[in-house]
C-alpha cells in the first residue's frame, strides 16, 4: 500500500498522548535517522555517482552537526538533486494540529501560534484533532530570481485587516514559504541572485528562528533546516550575498564534476535507465557512451567555453538522448531492431547542445557556437579513438584506403549498406569489429563509423560530407 495513504492511526491530540509519541526538532529527527541508517550501513545518497569520496562525506558530518548547508558548485552537479533526497531523513509522519485557521503545520505538544497555543491551552485533549504530514510534503524550494520578501517570509494581508483584524495582531499576517515549512526544510536555489533585502529576513531566520514582517515581530520558535545553492563565480563575488547572512551558514558542500568519465557514464546509464527499451529499441555500444561522455569533458577543457559557467551533466544527457532518438528514427524507418547510434547521428547535435554552453566572450577567438561544438566533438573522437588505437591496434586499417577506396556513411542508410560496401575489405575490419564483438549489422555499421571518424580525427583518411552524407578516402 502507497504510505501516502496509510498514515498513523491517533486522530485526537489524547490518543497521540497515549500512543508515546514524542516530539523532536526537524534537525534532531534528521540526525536520529540519519544515524540509525549509517549504522545500518543502508546507502544513503542512492544515484548519487562520484561524491563518495568528496561531497557526501560532508554532507554526513552537517547532518550529524544539525547544520544548514549551502551547496557550492557549477549547475549541473546535483546540487537540487542531493538537497530533495533529505526528505528521507525526515520521518516518513508526522502529526499536527488539524484545524483551518492554523497558519502553520502546528506540533500538537509544542504549538507555536498564537492560535495553536490557545487551542492546546482552552481544549481538552480529546477535542483537539491530530492530522498527519508525510515528509514527501515538507520539502520545498525556490528559485531567487523575481522571488519577493512576502514570497518566503511573509506579509501583512490586507483582507484581514478589511475583515477587522488589529493590524499589531499575529492573525493580520500571511505567512511566506518558509514559515509554512516550519517542522520541515526549504531550499533556496541560486543564493546570490536573492534581492538583498530578502537575504536580510534570512540571516533573522537563520540566527533568532523567528520572523519579522513589516516591523511585527513574530517570537516564533520556527523549526525548519534551510539549504542553499549557488555558483561558486557568484557567490565569491563582493556585494552579492550579505557577509551576515554567509556567517549564519553552518557548512558549505563543495561540489564538482565527475572526476573520471567512468563516472560521468555511470550518470548516463542511470539517468536513461528504460529508454531503450520499448517497440524499436536501441542498443549502444560502449564506445558511443565514451565519446558522449568526452564531449561533454572536452568542453569543460575547452578555452573557448566560460569555464565559471559550468558545462552541465545535463550536457551529456540531452546529447545521449538526441543520438537515441536519431538511432530510432533510423529503427523506425528501416524497421531494424534494436537501432544502434552512430556517429553520423552526431549532426543532430546542434538542437540538444547550442544554449547549453556559454562561450568565454572575453577571449580574442572569433569562433561561433556551432564551430566550438564540432571542435569539441572531432577533440572528444580523437581522444577516445587514441585509446582503441593502443588497445586493439585499429590504425592499420587506414592502409585499406591507399587503393582508393571510398566508404559513404549517413545517419538514414540502413545498416545492411555498411555490409555491401565493406564486402571487399572484410580481413582488415575484422579487426575494428574485436571493439564490439557481434554479428549485428547495425553495431557493426556504428563500429564502423567510429573507426572512420578516428582515422579521420588523426588524419589518416580525409572525409567529405554533402547533404547529410559523409564520404571517406585516402
Not at 250 to 273: F, K, M, N, W
Not at 383 to 397: K, N, Q, S
Request: glycine share 6%; proline share 5%; net charge negative.
Amino acid at each position: 500500500m502507497n504510505a501516502l495513504l496509510a498514515p498513523p492511526q491517533p486522530t485526537t491530540l489524547q490518543s497521540l498522548l497515549d500512543s508515546g509519541w514524542k516530539s523532536k526538532s526537524v534537525k534532531d529527527e534528521i540526525r536520529d535517522n540519519f544515524t540509525r541508517m549509517l549504522a545500518a550501513g543502508t546507502e544513503l545518497f542512492p544515484g548519487i555517482v562520484g561524491y563518495d569520496d568528496t561531497v557526501i562525506p560532508e554532507i554526513n558530518l552537517a547532518l550529524l552537526a544539525g547544520h544548514d548547508m549551502l551547496f557550492l558548485g557549477e549547475k549541473g552537479q546535483a546540487k537540487s538533486r542531493i538537497m530533495r533526497m533529505l526528505t528521507r531523513f525526515l520521518d516518513e509522519w508526522i502529526p499536527y494540529i488539524k484545524h483551518p485557521d492554523l497558519p502553520v503545520h502546528e506540533d500538537p505538544t509544542n504549538p507555536i501560534s498564537a492560535l495553536g497555543k490557545r487551542l492546546v491551552a482552552e481544549h481538552d485533549p480529546e477535542d483537539i484533532q491530530i492530522a498527519w504530514w508525510h515528509r514527501d510534503q515538507r520539502y520545498a524550494e525556490r528559485l531567487s530570481p523575481g522571488t519577493k520578501f512576502a514570497d518566503i517570509i511573509g506579509e501583512i494581508d490586507p483582507a484581514k485587516l478589511t475583515g477587522g483584524v488589529s493590524m499589531s495582531a499575529e492573525e493580520a499576517l500571511s505567512f511566506g514559504l518558509i514559515p509554512r515549512l516550519h517542522r520541515g526544510i526549504f531550499a533556496m536555489n541560486e543564493l546570490p541572485e536573492l534581492d538583498e533585502l530578502v537575504q536580510v529576513g534570512l540571516f533573522n531566520i537563520l540566527e533568532e528562528r523567528d520572523v519579522q514582517i513589516r516591523g511585527y515581530p513574530i517570537q516564533f520558535n520556527l523549526d525548519v533546516m534551510i539549504l542553499f545553492s549557488a555558483n561558486p563565480s557568484t557567490y565569491n563575488r563582493s556585494g552579492k550575498v550579505i557577509p551576515q547572512l554567509k556567517d549564519r551558514i553552518g557548512t558549505i558542500i563543495q561540489t564538482h564534476y565527475p572526476s573520471e568519465r567512468d563516472q560521468g557514464i555511470a550518470i548516463l546509464q542511470q539517468e536513461v535507465g528504460r529508454e531503450l527499451e520499448g517497440e524499436y529499441p536501441v542498443q549502444v555500444p560502449y564506445f558511443m557512451y565514451q565519446l558522449v561522455e568526452e564531449i561533454t569533458n572536452q568542453a569543460r577543457l575547452s578555452k573557448y567555453v566560460d569555464q565559471a559557467s559550468g558545462v552541465s551533466a545535463r550536457f551529456s544527457l540531452a546529447n545521449f538522448r538526441t543520438l537515441v532518438a536519431s538511432a530510432r528514427q533510423r529503427g523506425i524507418i528501416h524497421n531494424e531492431k534494436p537501432a544502434v547510434p552512430r556517429i553520423s547521428d552526431f549532426g543532430h547535435l546542434y538542437s540538444s547542445s547550442l544554449g547549453k554552453l556559454e562561450l568565454d566572450l572575453m577571449g580574442t577567438h572569433q569562433m561561433g557556437e556551432k564551430q566550438v561544438l564540432d571542435a569539441t566533438i572531432a577533440q572528444a573522437i580523437q581522444v577516445v579513438f587514441a585509446e582503441y588505437i593502443e588497445e586493439h591496434g585499429l590504425a592499420e586499417i587506414a592502409e585499406i584506403f591507399r587503393s582508393g577506396v571510398r566508404i559513404e556513411v549517413g545517419d538514414m542508410l540502413p545498416s545492411s549498406d555498411y555490409a555491401e560496401r565493406l564486402q571487399s575489405v572484410p580481413p582488415a575490419w575484422d579487426k575494428a569489429f574485436e571493439v564490439n564483438s557481434s554479428d549485428n549489422e547495425a553495431v557493426r555499421a556504428s563500429c564502423v563509423e567510429f573507426v572512420l571518424a578516428g582515422l579521420y580525427a588523426l588524419d589518416k583518411i580525409s572525409r567529405s560530407q554533402r547533404h547529410g552524407k559523409i564520404q571517406y578516402e585516402i
